[in-house]
């Protein structure tokens, strides 16, 4: 049983190897074509590298700082609300960056809209620094054309050709379509690899074109989940203008991060400034009548106890005008709750408001409309996250509600307790004396506006500092900084590509062609379709002798005609049956070559042997051997000669004989009906060992099925790279009929060099010298580099 195992698992392993080997060989073959292809793939590789324009890798870091604890004891509340999600935040961030909004900013901040190209070199190269001058597109008509360029030089400091027109600089000029402005730098002439007269290409682009173009090349990515690191990445062709975009890009990312916390700071100071104003001319008032009162009254001073009152008195009312300020805030903040404004108007003012709940609560609404609307930049509105958003801003604004309601009516009731304190100061007043009464009064309105004014400008200073102060929430930790080297295109990954084409394009056509060959190329063509069994394999020789094993008795065709007629001792069932009949699909297979070599190899082993040449309609071996045809076969056949009359030496070979076919005869299939074959026959059994019939080939007439009753074996000549692969079915129909008796196959003419040596018996050699064991001509016997060069002859 382990016999039997180690048996199949040793036929699958030479199975394997047999395939790979005929795979290897068959592309072998084609070398030429690979070393061909590989050349023209280098080339076109070394092509692309040299004409592709080299793409440098920029990259900036930039911390996203993540300020969702500094909320005091409202952060529970806050979290509650799920707004403080780390992974939100950072998608949102990520795509404020790549929005339109900020990318037009760069793109008009850096004057992006203007691209310079060198016109030197094999290919054009942008230029962004050291140029003489700058072009600006100062007006476009609708239907400028932005796919023209411009091809411009300067002349000198006041003058510039544009499209070989002259136009003068500094000013702006008309071109098709639209104005440029062209203005000199104060780059000296001939500095850095550039020269004051240098011609340069002009591109013009479209804002919204060159926006849509970096918002797909720029690359945004966490550095983890967890992490609020941004790595920001750009490839460009020009370092210095990538680093550029991505430096402004960050810097308008903050600007407009700033400008967004500023903005309820920014209400605050517009509110006081507004109130500041109307006190100013209340206190000028309100000191003019001091003044008035104490002049008119000659008053220079009030009484100690006076002054302690007026001080109770101004205390009170300081108290009682916070209140009223913070009352209004709160009717401010009612009025932006009950509004349905979707976050277009900013937050009110929350001046005096000391409340941190309260205060962290409005932050945390603006902070969520601010939200909402960065998102309404790249998303529709619903989308399930604006959607998301929207419940967080009506629960804030529910809780915002409530905490306003229960800070108004303790402000309700302050100030109710403040007016009550005034009203009892009234009636101390009436105590005191008429002047210093009137006094009081006056004085009493000029504090209660001097201490307003002043609370005021206290507040507008501290509101300005923080307008002023104000940091975004992100730090960068990388400037934007440049690969030393490309990273586009990869050397390395190119060439490879290049080469990995440069060997599948061949193997891909010999591919094709091999699947669209329709002949016969290798021995599993023929033991795929039918069991017939190859009794032999001979290979083309380039000799034309027609008695090869004659004339070459070493060479290689002779060995192998050897072999066959060895293998003829076991498909022969007795020393009886020696009527060997040769045929094949069509003419020119090698039928006749075949029949005439082996009859010389049996005659040399001592063998008396006959060939018959038995093709009436196209005779060859007679013209091959020279030999007189006047009369042969045919001749017999109509009873005109007897036998022995037809039968002739074969010359070069002892014990070999033919008889010709003679003249052609008009009926060849009714002569071999006549019963004179077989007559012949029997008669030439007699005296021949072997009996050789050289068929017409069943393909084209019905001549050699006709012999085949006479025959003992049938050696069905196939043809490398000649005879069709459908030829095989027929070959497999007559094998499995019997119409031919013992039928196998001789597959003939089989080019080692072309094809079918790699799946070859490997009986006959390994290389193609054949280590100088067989007769062939002198180059196959050169080894080395020679033995691929060799021609086909």
Request: hydrophobic share 40%.
């Amino acid at each position: 049983m382990d016999i039997n195992n180690d048996t199949i698992l040793l036929s699958e392993s030479d199975n394997y190897e047999s395939g790979f080997r005929d795979v290897f060989f068959k592309y072998l073959r084609y070398w030429k074509w690979f070393f061909l292809s590989l050349i023209i793939s280098l080339s076109l590789s070394y092509l692309y590298i040299r004409l592709s324009t080299p793409q440098y890798k920029l990259e900036t870091d930039l911390l996203i700082k993540d300020n969702k604890g500094n909320l005091g004891g409202s952060s529970d509340l806050l979290k509650d609300l799920d707004l403080f999600s780390s992974d939100k935040i950072i998608d949102n961030e990520i795509q404020i960056l790549k929005s339109n909004t900020l990318l037009e900013k760069v793109t008009r901040g850096l004057n992006l809209q203007t691209s310079y190209f060198s016109t030197g070199g094999v290919r054009l190269h942008e230029v962004y620094t050291d140029l003489p001058l700058k072009v600006e597109l100062v007006a476009a008509s609708p239907d400028f054309d932005y796919k023209k360029n411009y091809f411009i030089h300067l002349i000198n400091k006041d003058q510039v050709v544009i499209n070989g027109v002259k136009y003068p600089t500094n000013t702006p000029i008309s071109v098709d379509l639209g104005k440029i402005l062209v203005t000199t730098t104060n780059k000296p002439a001939n500095s850095s690899n550039i020269s004051f007269n240098d011609e340069f290409q002009i591109k013009f682009d479209d804002v919204q074109d060159i926006v849509e173009r970096y918002s797909k090349k720029i690359n945004i990515t966490p550095v983890s989940k967890q992490a609020t690191v941004l790595i920001i990445t750009l490839e460009d062709a020009v370092p210095q203008k990538g680093k550029d975009i991505l430096n402004r890009l960050v810097l308008e990312y903050n600007k407009a991060a700033v400008d967004d916390k500023n903005q309820v700071t920014a209400t605050t100071v517009a509110f006081i400034t507004d109130r500041l104003n109307k006190l100013q001319e209340e206190l000028g008032d309100a000191e003019k009548k001091v003044e008035n009162y104490k002049s008119g009254n000659q008053i220079t001073d009030i009484s100690s106890q006076s002054q302690i009152f007026l001080q109770s008195v101004k205390d009170n009312d300081s108290e009682l005008s916070k209140v009223n300020i913070q009352l209004g805030v709160i009717k401010s903040i009612e009025r932006y709750i009950s509004s349905n404004t979707d976050g277009k108007t900013q937050l009110p003012s929350m001046l005096g408001i000391e409340d941190p709940t309260l205060l962290a609560l409005v932050n945390q609404l603006g902070d969520a409309e601010l939200k909402k609307q960065s998102y309404l930049q790249t998303i529709p509105e619903n989308n399930p996250i604006v959607t998301s958003i929207n419940d967080q801003i009506n629960a804030l604004k529910a809780a915002v509600s409530q905490s306003v309601q229960n800070l108004k009516n303790n402000l309700l009731e302050t100030k109710k307790l403040l007016t009550n304190t005034n009203s009892s100061f009234q009636s101390v007043i009436s105590q005191v004396p008429a002047k210093e009464r009137g006094l009081i009064d006056v004085m009493r309105q000029q504090e209660i506006k001097n201490n307003l004014f002043t609370y005021l400008l206290q507040k507008r200073e501290e509101s300005e500092i923080s307008l002023v102060s104000t940091a975004a929430d992100s730090r960068i930790i990388d400037e934007a900084r440049s690969t030393k080297r490309p990273v586009k295109p990869v050397i390395p990954l190119t060439v490879f590509v290049f080469v990995l084409f440069g060997i599948l394009i061949p193997v891909i056509v010999i591919y094709l062609l091999d699947m669209l060959n329709f002949k016969v190329l290798k021995r599993q063509d023929i033991e795929g379709v039918t069991k017939a069994p190859i009794l032999a394999e001979i290979s083309h020789s380039t000799d034309l002798s027609a008695l090869l094993v004659a004339a070459k008795p070493r060479s290689m065709v002779a060995e192998q005609l050897r072999a066959l007629r060895t293998n003829l001792n076991f498909v022969i069932p007795g020393d009886s049956q020696k009527i060997l009949l040769f045929t094949s699909s069509i003419s020119g297979e090698g039928k006749s070559f075949i029949s005439l070599n082996l009859g010389a190899s049996l005659a040399m082993s001592g063998k008396k042997v006959l060939v018959l040449e038995l093709d009436l309609r196209k005779p060859k071996l007679s013209a091959g051997l020279e030999i007189d045809n006047s009369r042969g076969l045919s001749n017999y056949l109509i009873g005109e000669v007897d036998y022995k009359d037809i039968i002739k030496p074969v010359p070069q070979q002892e014990n070999y004989f033919i008889i010709t076919s003679g003249p052609i005869p008009p009926n060849p299939a009714e002569l071999l009906l006549n019963g004179k074959i077989k007559e012949l026959l029997e008669l030439l059994k007699a005296d021949f060992d072997y009996i050789l019939l050289d068929a017409p080939p069943v393909g084209l007439v019905t001549d050699a099925q006709i012999l085949s009753e006479f025959a003992d074996v049938t050696l069905f000549i196939v043809r490398h790279n000649y005879t069709a692969k459908s030829h095989i079915y027929s070959i497999d129909n007559f094998y499995r009929t019997r119409k031919f008796k013992n039928l196998n196959i001789v597959m003939n003419s089989i080019d080692m060099h072309g094809g079918y040596g790699y799946g070859y018996g490997y009986g006959y050699g390994y290389s193609y010298g054949y280590g100088g064991y067989y007769q062939e001509d002198e180059s196959a016997a050169k080894g080395g580099i020679a033995k691929l060069f060799r021609k086909k002859k």
